[in-house]
Nanobody, 124 residues
Framework: QVQLVESGGGLVQAGGSLRLSCAAA????????MGWFRQAPGKEREFVASISRNGGTTYYADSVKGRFTISRDNAENTVYLQMNSLKPEDTAVYYC?????????????????WGQGTQVTVSS
């Protein structure tokens, strides 16, 4: 079955960096778009970034554009989220998601499976 396992979260000071990883299994990774979402306490889950199956197309939420970079390694079945210049408002549980098609989606209904999440906490 589909498995998505996130790692790399933690506690970091404002202005710092973290790199999240999502190891995928149970499907042909290179044929699906992938995405990252996040959910802060008391808030709805929101889109962060997505990438098409070959990495040729990426999308970012306006709130992270220029600070976060999504990438993928199809040989390693892994998608990454490099997060720089972190802000306290980036504090959330970050979820990896498998798209329903080869495309880079931006809406939650475009994704079929979700990981268990990894906590990112940015202190001021």
């Amino acid at each position: 079955q589909v498995q998505l396992v996130e790692s790399g979260g933690g506690l970091v000071q404002a202005g710092g960096s973290l790199r999240l990883s999502c190891a995928a299994a149970g499907f042909t990774f290179s044929t699906y778009g992938m995405g990252w979402f996040r959910q802060a306490p008391g808030k709805e889950r929101e889109f962060v970034a997505s990438i098409s199956r070959n990495g040729g197309t990426t999308y970012y939420a306006d709130s992270v554009k220029g600070r976060f970079t999504i990438s993928r390694d199809n040989a390693e079945n892994t998608v990454y989220l490099q997060m720089n210049s972190l802000k306290p408002e980036d504090t959330a549980v970050y979820y990896c998601a498998k798209g329903k098609t080869v495309l880079a989606g931006r809406l939650q209904y475009e994704f079929a499976y979700w990981g268990q999440g990894t906590q990112v906490t940015v202190s001021s």
